[in-house]
């Protein structure tokens, strides 16, 4: 297949339980949820969505044929130089699991890379992730019920995506994590108050739009 790609980039991975961890970003274009075009936000299943994810014109981006030449791309993203560390790449989207295959997984893991992928849900996740999030939006209907990561933005209407609803489920760490709106001081208060009346959550902020990086 074909992978579309809006942009690869080398930065630090901001939210959730790897905040800090240097990461190449691997962004594919395109999402079951939102058409990424601001005419059709407000019918979309998930509204508030704060990435650009539409075309492959960002830094990177392009179509790459084979899965061969997707991993090379994100190898030449990694430093040269990198101490010794493993080298990590972060699936994102939009929605990664449209694209990302066995094929494109393997070829990851033939470069060095660990993989690590953020996905709404609403696919099953293929063999071979090292690092699963899911972060729930809206109404949609999540079929990958286990993974290492639930990252929730919060708060979500009443009829959409609630913590309550996914608390039960097989992941190793539960984040609550504010929605980015004119209303981001409010909802993080929400969101420490909720973490505070039940532990089993924690706070996960986006530090790389709070120290201004990618």
Known sequence: MTYSVKEIYYTLQGEGAHAGRPAVFLRFAGCNLWSGREVHREQSICRFCDTEFVGTDGPGGGKFATAT????????????????????????????????????????????FEIGVESNGTIEAPQGIDWLCISPKGTATVVQRRGDELKLVFP?????????????????HFYLQPMDSPEQAANTKSAIEYCLRHPRWKLSLQTHKILGIE
């Open 69 to 112: 030449e997707l991993a090379d791309a994100v190898a030449r993203a990694w430093p040269n130089q990198s101490g010794g560390a493993m080298p990590y790449v972060v699936c994102t989207g939009g929605e990664p699991l449209l694209q990302l295959d066995r094929r494109a997984i393997e070829a990851l893991h033939d470069a060095g």
């Open 156 to 172: 979500q209407t009443e009829t959409e995506a609630q913590p309550e609803a996914f608390e039960h489920l097989p992941f190793e």
